[in-house]
C-alpha cells in the first residue's frame, strides 16, 4: 500500500512568512509525529498526534510554531514569521500505535530553505 | 535528561563487518531500534530489540544490553549501497513528549 507522503517537497520561502507542510500518514495509522532534521544533526522530535489530539506539545521550539491533525488522518504543520534557523528538512512519521512496538514509517520530508 | 551516544563518522571496507555502537541513558527503557538513512531521503526501518541478546536479519544483526545500555549494530558482507547514515532511538515510556529519543546518527562510509 502507499507509505506516508509530504507536500511540498522543497519549500523556499522569504523570511517573515508563513508557511503550511502536509502530511498523509499510512491509512490505518493512529500515531503520527513531526521531527525536524538539521543538516547533520539528529532527529529533533517536534509533536506527536494520537487520533486528532495532541497531548504535549511542548516540544515545538516556539508558539509560531502549531501542528493540527484531522480525521484522524491528515496533519498539517504551521510555521508563521518563518526564520532562518527554520530552515530544516521536516519528516513526518506514522506508527500503528504510539505504545506498541510497532516502528515508525517515514515520509521523504519536506525540504524548507527560509532566505 | 534523555540521552543517546553513537560515533559521528566510521569508514569501512567493502565486503568486510563493520560494528556501530549505541549507549543510552533514559528515564525507562521499551524498546531500542535502528533506522538506516541514506542522504537526502527519510529513515527506514532496521531491527528492534526489546530483550538481551542478537536479532539477526540477513546481512544486519542488532545486539542489545539492558543492563549496559548499551546496542550495536553489525553489518556483515559491506556492500557499497550500505553507505548512510544509522540510527539508533529508543523508546521511553511515559516520556512525555518525546515516545522515540532519537541518537545524532553514525555516518558510515563504504569504500572499495
Known amino acids: 500500500g502507499a507509505g506516508v507522503s509530504q507536500s511540498p517537497s522543497n519549500k523556499v520561502t522569504e523570511k517573515g512568512k508563513d508557511v503550511e507542510l502536509r502530511c498523509d500518514p499510512i491509512s490505518g495509522h493512529t500515531a503520527l509525529y513531526w521531527y525536524r532534521q538539521s543538516l547533520g544533526q539528529g532527529l529533533e522530535f517536534l509533536i506527536y498526534f494520537q487520533g486528532n489530539s495532541a497531548p504535549d506539545k511542548s516540544g515545538l521550539p516556539s508558539d509560531r510554531f502549531s501542528a493540527e491533525r484531522t480525521g484522524g488522518s491528515v496533519s498539517t504543520l504551521t510555521i508563521q514569521r518563518t526564520q532562518q534557523e527554520d530552515s530544516a528538512v521536516y519528516l513526518c512519521?506514522?506508527?500503528?500505535?504510539?505504545?506498541?512496538?510497532?516502528?515508525?514509517?517515514f515520509g521523504p520530508g519536506t525540504r524548507l530553505t527560509v532566505t | 535528561g534523555q540521552n543517546i551516544d553513537q560515533p559521528t563518522e566510521m569508514t569501512a571496507t567493502e565486503g568486510a563487518i563493520v560494528q556501530i555502537n549505541c549507549t543510552y541513558q533514559?528515564?525507562?527503557?521499551?524498546?531500542l531500534f535502528w533506522y538506516q538513512q541514506h542522504a537526502g531521503e527519510a529513515p527506514t526501518f532496521l531491527s528492534y530489540?526489546?530483550?538481551?541478546g542478537l536479532e539477526e536479519k540477513g546481512r544486519f544483526s542488532s545486539f542489545l544490553s539492558r543492563s549496559k545500555g548499551y546496542s550495536y549494530l553489525l553489518l556483515k558482507e559491506l556492500q557499497m549501497k550500505d553507505s548512510a547514515s544509522y540510527l539508533c532511538a529508543v523508546r521511553v515510556p511515559n516520556s512525555g513528549n518525546t515516545p522515540l529519543v532519537f541518537g545524532k546518527g553514525t555516518r558510515l562510509s563504504v569504500i572499495a
Open positions: 512519521a506514522s506508527s500503528l500505535d504510539r505504545d506498541g512496538t510497532y516502528e515508525q514509517y
Open positions: 530489540n526489546v530483550l538481551d
Open positions: 533514559t528515564s525507562g527503557f521499551n524498546g
